[in-house]
């Protein structure tokens, strides 16, 4: 068969109008692509867990868009060509400053559907059924990726329907996936039997290899449906009766009022400064501004730096606040629009400084001897991360999730996309662990319409006011401390921003109480840290797959895409 090119007729003379040929054929195939994984761009540029979804941000600029109009349509090519985690099934986050200096947190996360209860994985034994809550039908929460996308279009330039079409033709036309997606799809063939009722186009007979070519007529469809009736296309009509079908069949509770419920919401960014620097993070339902914002406090006044990377010190010191914050996260961290979360009493200066009383330079803090923090005073691993800069001065970042590796594996019968199984992000029952070993209690209890909380922490660090870093990455419960060692790794150890994101990393939750290393990690600093008392978990293959952009002294952007996946950057 000969493959067609990677735009359709009407799609590439356009793109020779604006752009002219010659970048026209640096256009990649979806046929034969390549991986890219650092650039240095002048115009603007994308990174993003597949190379395809960068190439379709790259090209949405080339076009006239603007870093929002790139960033939708990125993550709407993620959906079609990274199914593990891009989605429309689930939800996410997106932290941007725009060219006149706006700074926007846009919460797309599910929502618990109105019949989910505080119990509702509890079985008549008591225990919690981690199972329902983590695959299949009931693990689902309503999806937001679309509203979101919506509502993030009105500080776009372009149509919708120009931002969709890339999604649309790779769909329909397919493209060739890589041996890494191959492996995830050999490795999810019993769960896609086991939870679907009806065979999902991810289900084959024989291996999946990488060079086979990927078609989602399904998927294609719908995407049809939303680039023709708009949101509409999602959460009514057609798509919507899908996916109440779909929850009939396998005992979900996502109804069509749920669906029709569903707002995308504008919040206050989460921003403090460190340093020189003002960083803009992302505030409830995710955890993650707030952690970041606790941990680099908990260092600013101290001597790091001159400790250097990944030496006993730094990381026994990075490992005792990553343990504090996390503390703080399970007790009063939540949907702040169903529970009062103590923002700015647990990240004011004296809170912190408390916190950090019972810290020593010789010794862990055992976490059962270190309670979360008493807030005072009155209150006024399968996600994704892309990150987006454009030459007009808009910098976007986004962190997008159906939970774990393929969601819930349950694909919505005939309409080809797979549903998220976020709802494991409550804490089903205090004290038990979700997925990521993270506990909480009633601030993360059940509700309905009420927002799991996420670590997810898309981030802009801006320097003078201007966008200088855009960052992000996928990870679960790693994720906060793996921008924490990023950030800390360039603004504090001066290191390019390749190094920042390629050297391994590790990660300290409170609990369980246990440093999680990734294999690479220093050998001598690890049995530093083991004479000391600390205890080390199983060392992990990988941590994360962070996406970077860094605006360099000459206003040139350096775009970094993680080692540990496929992840590219595009940019021009
Ligand atoms: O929102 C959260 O924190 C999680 N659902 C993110 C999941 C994730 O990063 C999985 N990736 N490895």
Do not use: C
């Amino acid at each position: 068969m000969k493959h067609p090119a990677f735009f359709s007729l009407p799609v590439a003379l356009l793109l020779v109008l604006f752009v002219g040929p010659a970048t026209l054929a640096q256009q990649q195939s979806p046929y034969a692509y390549k991986i890219e994984k650092s650039l240095i761009a002048t115009r603007g540029a994308v990174v993003s867990a597949h190379p395809l979804a960068s190439q379709a941000g790259l090209s949405i600029l080339q076009l006239g868009g603007n870093a929002i109009d790139a960033a939708i349509a990125t993550q709407l090519a993620l959906a079609v060509v990274y199914p593990n985690a891009g989605n429309i099934g689930g939800g996410g986050f997106m932290v941007a400053q725009l060219k006149d200096g706006k700074q926007l947190a846009l919460d797309y996360r599910e929502k618990a559907p109105a019949q989910a209860h505080r119990d509702m994985y509890i079985e008549a034994d008591g225990r919690a059924n981690t199972d329902k809550s983590q695959a299949g039908h009931l693990s689902s929460g309503v999806p937001g990726t679309i509203a979101g996308l919506f509502a993030a279009h009105r500080h776009a330039k372009l149509p919708f329907k120009t931002l969709i079409a890339p999604a649309i033709e790779l769909a329909e036309k397919g493209f060739i996936i890589t041996a890494a997606e191959a492996r995830g799809l050999n490795n999810l063939q019993n769960d896609l039997k086991k939870y679907n009722t009806q065979t999902p186009v991810f289900v084959k007979d024989s291996e999946w290899k990488a060079g086979d070519t990927l078609v989602q007529t399904d998927l294609a469809n719908t995407l049809k449906r939303i680039r023709d009736n708009g949101q509409a296309g999602f959460y009514e009509g057609k798509t919507a009766e899908l996916i109440v079908a779909e929850m009939q069949r396998g005992g979900g509770l996502i109804t069509k009022a749920d669906l029709v419920a569903y707002t995308a919401k504008y919040r206050d960014p989460h921003v403090f400064q460190y340093k020189e620097y003002t960083l803009l993070g992302m505030p409830m339902p995710s955890s993650g501004g707030v952690l970041l914002h606790q941990m680099l406090k908990m260092i600013e006044d101290r001597p790091i730096a001159a400790m250097g990377f990944q030496s006993p010190g730094s990381v026994q010191l990075m490992t005792e606040v990553m343990r504090r914050a996390y503390a703080d996260r399970a007790a009063h961290m939540g949907d702040a629009d169903f529970y009062k979360v103590p923002v700015q009493q647990i990240t004011n200066a004296a809170y912190l400084q408390e916190r950090m009383k019972s810290y020593s330079n010789e010794k862990p803090t055992p976490s059962n001897e270190l309670q979360p923090g008493t807030a005072v005073g009155t209150e006024s691993e399968e996600t994704t991360h892309l990150s987006v800069i454009d030459q007009e001065g808009n910098a976007v970042a986004v962190t997008t999730t159906l939970n774990n590796s393929y969601g819930s594996r349950t694909v919505v019968g005939g309409a080809g996309f797979l549903l998220n199984d976020e709802m494991d992000d409550f804490s089903i029952k205090p004290g038990v662990p979700n997925m990521f070993g993270a506990v909480g209690g009633e601030a993360n209890a059940i509700q309905p319409g009420k927002r799991m909380l996420s670590s997810m922490a898309p981030t802009l660090v801006l320097k003078k006011g201007k966008p200088y870093i855009v960052v992000g990455t996928p990870g679960g419960t790693t994720i906060p401390t793996q921008i924490f060692q990023t950030l800390v790794n360039i603004l504090e150890f001066g290191m390019s921003p390749q190094d920042a994101v390629y050297k391994p990393k590790f990660h300290h939750q409170w609990l369980p109480d246990e440093l999680v290393v990734e294999k690479g990690f220093s050998e001598t600093t690890k049995a530093a840290l083991q004479k000391m008392g600390y205890l080390f978990g199983k060392e992990r293959g990988g941590i994360g797959r962070t996406e970077l952009i860094m605006v360099r002294p000459d206003g040139s952007f350096e775009a970094v895409a993680d080692r540990r996946g496929d992840d590219s950057a595009a940019g021009y």
